[in-house]
């Protein structure tokens, strides 16, 4: 049997291998080229489709093997062409905002400016406190009264005492049983124990619950292991 058919006898005879007309070696090279002159400059984001579409494009019959190999590694060569610029953004940004967690955590710069923005601010407020005491202790001892109506009145404002109330509560060590009320910490409970707590108490008890969880260690024993799902992180040395 001949099989060396030419190309104008495959496309006469309406045959297509993959699905797909056979072209001349002069046709696919062009092909190629245009396709890459259209991933010039791709995004990361375009990267990643064009990546995850090449293997539906050959099993659909649009590239041929040969073009799925050299696509994926025009592909790697944009990615490699990118990497020390890619690089020097994650370091950048993880310097910025910190990464990691226990020994390996990277307190970023912001968090770092926020810290001492937040000592600064308590030492501020500590001595600020102190401040507004001396005035008020320097007003009542000079025989001062509270309001605005009685204070130094100035070009910038008012100096005046302001007065306010707070309940002293008695210490409950101290009471009868009677006055005391127990606030309940959060805490886990099975729903066989929940079931088993009287009608009262488990109405009391339903507007407290937040989430249902599971018991991990019983499930498993009975179900095995939870599934796991594989999540794939970008990450730079």
Known sequence: MELGLTTEEYRSA???????????LEE?????????MEN?????????????????????GEIDGEELKDSQEFLIAELENRSENII??????????????GQNKIVGAIDQEIDRLKEYKAFLQKGFKKFTIDGANAMLAVGIQSGQSKGIKTANGILFLSKSSKEIKPNPDEVIAKYKI????????????????????????????KEVKIDKELYQ?????????????????
Not at 88 to 101: A, V
Not at 221 to 237: I, P, S
């Open 14 to 24: 309406g045959y297509a291998l993959d699905n797909r007309e056979v072209e001349t």
């Open 182 to 209: 127990y606030r309940i910490k959060e805490f886990d409970i099975t729903d066989e124990d929940f079931n088993q707590l009287p009608d009262n108490l488990r109405d009391k008890f339903k507007p407290l619950i």
């Open 221 to 237: 024993a009975d179900n095995g292991n939870f599934k796991k799902e594989e999540k794939y992180t970008m990450k730079v040395k």
């Open 28 to 36: 696919k090279n062009k092909r190629k080229e245009d396709r890459k």
């Open 88 to 101: 020097k953004f994650y370091k950048k940004m993880t310097s910025l905002i910190g990464e990691g967690t």
């Open 40 to 60: 010039k400059n791709l995004s990361l984001y375009s990267i990643t489709s064009l990546g995850r579409g090449l293997e539906d494009m050959y099993l659909n």
